[in-house]
DNA sequence: TGTGGAATTGCCCTT
DNA sequence: CAATTCCACA
């Protein structure tokens, strides 16, 4: 295949506005402020505001600025209000991200934008304005997946399925899918239903639901498909919401599950369309349905399934299905990418935007290809990855930078030594003078993180992660919310028992098991029948006394909620339930660290009205935006780099079976692998001026010792694009320790093509030290005979010493040796050696560890 | 009922 | 190698 990076840096057609044709000019003279600098293509997106319009916007093309631009020419045009345009994202961040560039495009005026923000936090609002519609009341609690798991373990127990062989977690997949794809219990294949639990998947998945209701509680997937149960069952709100809203815009329209594209239909009919049952029935179109709608429908299937919708040949223009019997299309502008469709795993359907212009006919698709983020060596080795792909909508990526700095690959040997590298790389950037801001490193797996942390950390170097443990998964914070929960709904079960006996209160498994019988029998709510039983002599006093404790703390605390600003009533809750106590007590490394979580959940609550309105929040508000001001380097997965930019960005662990990863290849075949490969495309593309990718020969997984194969995505890039350089950070290898020589030792013999002797040696003496896993790519490496001294999958023993001597500073330590020191990640230790501002430190539980000194304090 | 040690299992990605 | 769960015993 032919290179597909186009340079066309003699097209000065458009880039530059200043440059650009007459009728360009003119027009951009003409337009608003707003509308100058934008290229053709782009104006015509934002323009273009009747009717269906597909964007494809490739990475880097201005997508959001395109997104943003038009929300403010719809304003400005004075086509709807602000409160007239739903717009929908997949994150927070990329919800914020918008609404602070509309805040800059259009002065303060963005405080009316209300139905901007992610499809759970709209679905989320929606279902609370009709609650009782769906049997609930407003004040819903949405679950996490641990409570899921919980509640989904106690329905297990009471049907006797042994949860050894069917795991919670498992049925909890299963129904997380079922949501994926819109489907409620009774809808969802008889087939599917049965692979859980000898059949009784379905009845599981049913049980689930009502005792949600009774729970009065939702999850997450339950946003959108109670959501889609309402709008189906109440034509009358769907077409509130349908006149409502003028205008639809959808970000990463590629990453919709059917049950968003199913929410996005419903509301994008226009009102004026027949009957409700018709419009179902368009709905559900299937290719064969040729029109006829089957309306008594025998209800066993009313949505499409998405493997029928993947599978046939769908679209034999104008068949049946289509929307909109009446009055004029909707407005809706769809904006995605193909090519990073990263999503497919949690149901995202990448059907649904190459078949766009089916379901909204008379659709405009523009494309975006001009990307004004990477430079041409970038662009060129992403472009040239991508292109292996097939089944692609096909854009063709073109940038009028200049090459720039060839993207590089560099082997380690093993992850620590990976990071080591990097680190040093960093260091080396940072003393050029590049902002850490600007640098980021870009991981498969969130368990690769530790490595840099661990190295960071021992560097002194500024990081943070991003998408990391979330902030409200922290065990402290869900116990603190669960009080708060049971303050605000007693019938919260799940939230009751979480906390019944955190701290010890002497409240075990046998006090809890008969509150349950109790609240069964009677058919109430734990809390009340816990305050039935303190009356009577079914406990033993210990545990009698204790329990009216308890329930005589939240009776007073429910009085003072009403009193108390919400922020003062978590103070005094933490404080009165020995919560707070516990922690403080508690010597362990991470103590220190989960109160300072606490103090932060108090702080973060001041942003709120009251505990109602926090509670809403907090449940979909998933990222914590910790200090992005220092300047820092960004830790993250490429699954939450997709839509961010950098100067730099390093993406360790190319290797076969960690990326891709071998459960994508397993599991999803041709398509999963397809799908890491635009996952490598996302991560090449998050890049500005340099993409620096690495593997390591031996890696642990599972705890165990592998040696791995360096990714064939690796083999995928252009020759011409890429330098394979040698490690820098290996005090280790190369030639100090034994190994014989670096296989980069001799760079410039390897030409510039990976099928030189050089790198299939490099391969082959990765291949032959099979180790257990690698299961066998394809071939030609591995058995050739590589010539390199013996023990090669043995650790050497070196150590970083002379680096750390080389750098430190020299100055008197604050510390003396054995001083008692505590640090945040590593808890308390004593300190054993020091160097300059370098400490060596024998921490209780995380052994011996090297630490720079403003990391740790004296206590 | 609470505790500590043994056994076990999982490390993909997330709204 | 973790964190979590299980299990025997105080």
Redesign the pocket.
């Known amino acids: 295949m032919t290179d597909p990076i186009q340079r066309p840096s003699l097209d000065v057609s458009s880039y530059q506005p200043a440059a650009g044709g007459i009728a360009a000019r003119a027009r951009a003279a003409a337009g608003p402020a707003y509308l100058s600098g934008l290229n053709p293509e782009q104006r015509d997106a934002v323009e273009t505001l009747d009717g269906p319009v597909l964007v494809l916007a490739g990475a880097g093309t201005g997508k959001t600025r395109v997104l943003t631009t038009r929300i403010a020419h719809i304003l400005s045009t004075g086509r709807a209000r602000p409160a007239e345009i739903l717009s929908v994202t997949?994150?927070?961040k990329a919800a914020r991200e918008m609404k602070l560039r509309l805040g800059q495009m259009l002065g303060q005026a963005v405080e009316g934008m209300p139905w901007l923000g992610?499809?759970?936090?709209i679905g989320g609002r929606i279902l609370r304005y009709h609650a009782e519609l769906v049997q609930l009341t407003s004040n819903f609690t949405v679950l996490d997946?641990d409570d899921q798991i919980r509640l989904l373990k106690q329905l297990l127990a009471a049907d006797n399925i042994d949860d050894?062989r069917w795991?919670a977690?498992m049925l909890a997949g299963l129904i997380?899918g079922w949501k994926n794809r819109g489907l409620t219990p009774s809808q969802v294949p008889a087939g599917e239903a049965a692979m859980f639990g000898n059949g009784r998947g379905g009845k599981l998945y049913a049980q689930y639901q009502e005792r949600l209701k009774i729970l009065n509680a939702a999850d997450?997937?339950d946003l959108l498909l109670e959501n889609i149960r309402l709008f189906r069952e109440h034509p009358d709100v769907l077409r509130q919401y349908q006149n409502r809203f003028k205008f639809i815009l959808v970000d990463e329209y590629q990453d919709t599950n059917v049950a968003q594209y199913l929410w996005l239909r419903l509301l994008s009919q226009t009102p004026s369309s027949p009957s409700p049952i018709l419009r179902d029935a368009a709905l559900r179109a299937a290719p064969q349905d040729e029109g006829a709608d089957d309306e008594g429908s025998a209800s066993t299937d009313p949505v499409p399934h998405p493997e029928e919708r993947g599978q046939s040949p769908r679209v034999s223009k104008g068949e049946a299905g289509t929307p909109t019997p009446s009055g004029p299309p909707k407005n809706i502008c769809c904006v995605g990418d193909d090519d990073q469709s990263?999503?497919g795993?949690?149901g995202a359907e990448v059907d649904n935007i190459l078949r766009f212009d089916h379901d909204f006919p008379g659709a405009k698709v523009i494309r975006l290809e001009r990307n004004y983020r990477s430079t041409g060596h970038i662009l060129a080795a992403a472009s040239h990855l991508i292109a292996h792909n097939e089944g692609r909508l096909g854009k063709t990526l073109r940038t009028e930078d200049v090459d720039g700095e060839m993207v590089t690959v560099t082997g380690a040997w093993d992850s620590e030594e990976e990071a080591r590298a990097i680190g040093e790389e960093i260091e080396q950037l940072q003393r050029q003078g590049h902002a850490l801001n600007e640098i980021a490193i870009l991981v498969?797996?969130?368990?690769q993180m530790r490595e840099f942390e661990d190295r960071f950390v021992t560097l002194g170097l500024p990081y943070r992660v991003i998408?990391g443990p979330?902030f409200y998964e922290r065990?402290e914070i869900r116990d603190a919310l669960a009080y708060l929960r049971v303050i605000n709904s007693p019938a919260d079960d799940l939230a009751f028992e979480r906390i019944v006996?955190v701290p010890?209160?002497?409240?075990?498994?046998?006090?809890v098991q008969m509150l349950h019988d109790h609240a069964r029998k009677r058919r109430m709510p734990l809390f009340e029948a816990a305050r039935m039983v303190i009356d009577t002599d079914e406990l033993?006093p210990k545990?009698r006394s204790s329990l009216r404790g308890l329930i005589e703390n939240f009776e007073r605390w429910q009085v003072q909620r009403d009193a108390l600003a919400h922020t003062e009533l978590a103070e005094i809750v933490l404080d009165e339930s020995g919560y707070t106590e516990m922690w403080q007590k508690d010597r362990s490394a991470d103590a220190a660290g989960r109160l300072e979580n606490l103090k932060e959940l108090v702080r973060s609550m001041e942003e709120f009205e009251n505990l109602q309105g926090f509670l809403e929040h907090i449940s979909?508000v998933?990222?914590r935006d910790g200090g992005a001001d220092e300047d820092a380097v960004s830790v993250?997965?490429?699954?939450?780099a997709k839509g961010l930019e950098f100067e730099t960005v390093f993406l360790p662990g190319w290797e076969e079976g960690l990326f891709p990863?071998?459960?994508?290849l397993d599991?999803q075949g041709r398509a999963g692998l397809e799908e890491e490969r635009r996952l490598a495309h996302v991560g090449i593309t998050r890049a500005r001026k340099r993409a620096k990718l690495y593997f390591a020969t031996n890696r642990?997984?599972?705890?165990?010792w592998n040696t791995t194969i360096p990714s064939r995505f690796l083999d995928e890039l252009p020759a011409a694009n890429v330098e394979i350089t040698e490690s820098k950070g290996g005090s280790g290898w190369g030639g100090m320790s034994g190994y014989g020589p670096s296989r980069f030792d001799n760079v410039e013999s390897f030409g510039s093509s990976y099928s030189t002797p050089g790198w299939q040696r490099a391969q082959a003496q990765r291949g032959r030290s099979g180790g257990g896993s690698n299961g066998g790519r394809s071939g030609g490496f591995g058995e050739s005979g590589a010539s390199y001294s013996s023990g090669s999958a043995r650790r050497a023993p070196f150590t970083i010493e002379g680096e750390l001597v080389a750098k430190s500073t020299g100055t008197d330590s604050a510390f003396s040796l054995d001083d008692r020191v505590f640090h945040q990640k590593f808890g308390y230790g004593h300190v054993t050696k020091i160097d300059g501002n370098k400490l060596t430190i024998a921490f209780d539980k995380a052994g011996e560890k090297k630490v720079v000194d403003s990391f740790v304090e004296r206590v």
């Open positions: 997949f994150t927070n992610t499809f759970h936090s997946t050894k795991p977690r997380d997450f997937g990263i999503y795993w949690r498969r797996a969130s368990f998408g979330r065990a006996n010890k209160r002497g409240l075990g498994d046998a006090t033993k545990a979909l998933m990222d993250m997965t490429l699954h939450s990863h071998q459960r994508a599991e642990r997984i599972h705890g165990t």
